[in-house]
């Protein structure tokens, strides 16, 4: 049975890839399922996000709504046609209500809970990825409001979506086609299976090559003729598959240039900086783009290149013999439109430094020129998402700044998140957790710290504030990524929870606390003070496609 559905969804891909070319972007199931769109620039769309984010600037992201209709705080309010393609809550409360195109009478109304775990009765539950959001592709053709009445505090909330040009014909979402729409099925089997299947062997062509790499030398370990499409990639030591490869340095060429496309870490790019792999829920990493394990690494990004597609390996190690393969298609020509995979490795190291001078009230406003960025270009594309890796300091949470995304030189952030954990998925902290397009894994210090010292700062163990956490997390956008016309700039604050020390808990512009006399000593709660001088080190890969 498993052979036949593969059969099914592989044809179903080879079909999407024979119209791939159409100038009109996907929308709905499709834009789930037909990856080939992701390579293909329209200019036809534009990607947001309506959230609970402090309007005033600060960190107080919650209950922050957009104002009423029929009485029901508003989530999202917006004029299509457009698509939206995902909902997230860290604490849902009340019911969830969809209503298109100006009418009066809601197209979806579910307890907001269950409508985020994929429980609302007549409608797919295949794209939940947890307690927290749902990627259910809700079309609309003229307009969509999202209210959401008895959602009480805390209220955190985000909306992610697309609007598209008047000329791109979108049917609107109908629940009772929800369930035998036919684009459900390739959607929810690319769902269920976390990566792309394997696609037959005599439908690609395979090349396998053995690289010996040198210590300190760049290598020239595979090379491909165009016009192509590499549809699967695979690394690994070829002796000792379950090496993770961190010496060496991935870096790919299309059509002849100089300038790789991709220059990362090799084992970063496969989201496995440092070697964590064997310690996501099911013993490897394994997502719809990207898979880590004890067989080495692959990916599934579609790659389209005109002339050539070359791979070099840069071993900043011992020598080692690589294996590689690739599976590619064979293509007559490729579309004007087509762009270029890319890949970039950033990191960046954080003095530490907080002190009870600087720890900050949680609503000011932090300035964005201070935020980590994750991807800063210039040219046209598609952003297709990210995996970051903070080595933290301390036990206390690091990931209380917002990701802000600016597209074609705004002035203010398009899209612009409500905390760190929440972009990737998850709330309230990372705990391990991994699904078709994101995944959180905390590798917490070995530290012994208590719940209540998260409160109550008197009681932490000293020891814990000494000691190192790794911290891996990933979001890909296959339905919702983000087009830019000139330039896209995606950032993360740098801010964390923060108190000076066990015996310095003094609140910021108080006297520092006399212990002969024990004067002016208060609490310092975790929620209420925060800091930009945490001293936590910050890498992130970034992937996108782009027009040469």
Same mark, same amino acid.
């Given at each position: 049975? =498993? #052979?036949?559905? %593969?059969?099914?969804? *592989?044809?179903?891909? &080879?079909? +999407? ?6 100038? !009109? ?78 009418? =009066? #009478?809601?197209? %979806?109304?579910?307890? *907001?809970?269950?409508? &985020?775990? +994929? ?6 539950? !295949? ?78 062509? =395979? ?342």
């Amino acid at each position: 049975m =498993k #052979k036949v559905l %593969i059969g099914v969804i *592989f044809a179903l891909i &080879l079909a +999407g890839s024979a119209l791939s070319d159409q100038a !009109d972007p996907e929308f709905g199931y499709s834009a789930l399922s037909n990856l080939d769109q992701l390579w293909l620039f329209s200019g036809k769309v534009r990607t947001a996000m309506f959230s609970s984010a402090d309007p005033s600037g600060g960190n107080l992201d919650m209950k922050n709504f957009h104002g009423k209709f029929r009485g029901e705080n508003i989530l999202a309010q917006i004029d299509g046609p457009g698509c939206v393609y995902r909902i997230w809550s860290a604490l849902p409360s009340g019911r969830i209500k969809v209503y298109l195109d100006g009418s =009066k #009478k809601a197209e %979806i109304n579910c307890d *907001f809970r269950e409508y &985020l775990e +994929g429980k609302c009765e007549g409608l797919p539950g !295949d794209f939940s990825v947890g307690r927290t959001a749902n990627y259910l592709p809700i079309p609309f053709a003229k307009s969509i409001i999202i209210t959401a009445p008895g959602f009480i505090f805390p209220a955190y909330y985000q909306v992610s979506y697309q609007t598209y040009d008047s000329s791109v014909p979108v049917a609107s979402f109908r629940k009772s086609e929800a369930r035998s729409d036919p684009g459900l099925k390739p959607a929810s089997e690319l769902w269920k299976d976390f990566a792309l299947p394997d696609k037959d062997a005599s439908a690609l062509k =395979k090349v396998s090559e053995q690289a010996g790499l040198e210590s300190g030398k760049e290598t020239a370990a595979l090379a491909l003729t165009g016009p192509g499409i590499i549809r699967k990639l695979s690394f690994k030591d070829a002796f000792n598959p379950k090496n993770p490869l961190q010496d060496l340095r991935l870096k790919i060429f299309w059509d002849g240039n100089s300038e790789p496309a991709v220059d990362a870490p090799l084992s970063a790019f496969f989201i496995n900086q440092p070697d964590l792999k064997n310690k996501w829920p099911d013993g490897s990493l394994k997502n719809i783009f990207i898979s880590a394990g004890s067989d080495g690494y692959q990916c599934y990004f579609p790659m389209p290149f005109a002339k050539s597609a070359a791979i070099s390996i840069l071993n900043q190690g011992r020598p080692i013999s690589l294996k590689i393969d690739a599976w590619y298609e064979k293509r007559d020509s490729l579309p004007a439109n087509a762009m270029r995979f890319r890949s970039r490795y950033r990191s960046q190291e954080y003095p530490a430094g907080a002190t009870r001078e600087n720890t900050i009230p949680i609503n000011t406003p932090i300035n964005p020129e201070t935020n980590y960025v994750v991807l800063d270009q210039k040219g046209q594309g598609n952003y297709l998402g990210c995996a970051i890796f903070v080595n933290s300091v301390g036990t206390l949470w690091w990931g209380e700044g917002d990701e802000m995304t600016y597209i074609d030189g705004a002035s203010k952030p398009q899209i612009q998140g409500t905390g760190t954990e929440d972009e990737f998925n998850w709330s309230w902290g990372f705990n391990p957790n991994m699904n078709p397009v994101s995944g959180t894994l905390p590798a917490p210090p070995e530290c012994k710290e208590t719940i209540i010292a998260q409160i109550f700062p008197k009681l932490i163990n000293p020891k814990c504030q000494k000691t190192q956490g790794d911290n891996i997390a990933y979001r890909f956008r296959p339905s919702d990524y983000v087009p830019f016309n000139r330039s896209i700039k995606v950032s993360y604050e740098i801010l964390g929870a923060a108190w000076p020390s066990p015996n310095e808990t003094t609140k910021p512009g108080q006297p520092k606390a006399d212990d002969s006399k024990n004067k002016h000593r208060e609490n310092l709660p975790i929620l209420g003070n925060l800091s930009q001088f945490r001293g936590d080190d910050y890498a992130s890969v970034a992937y996108w496609y782009q027009l040469p």
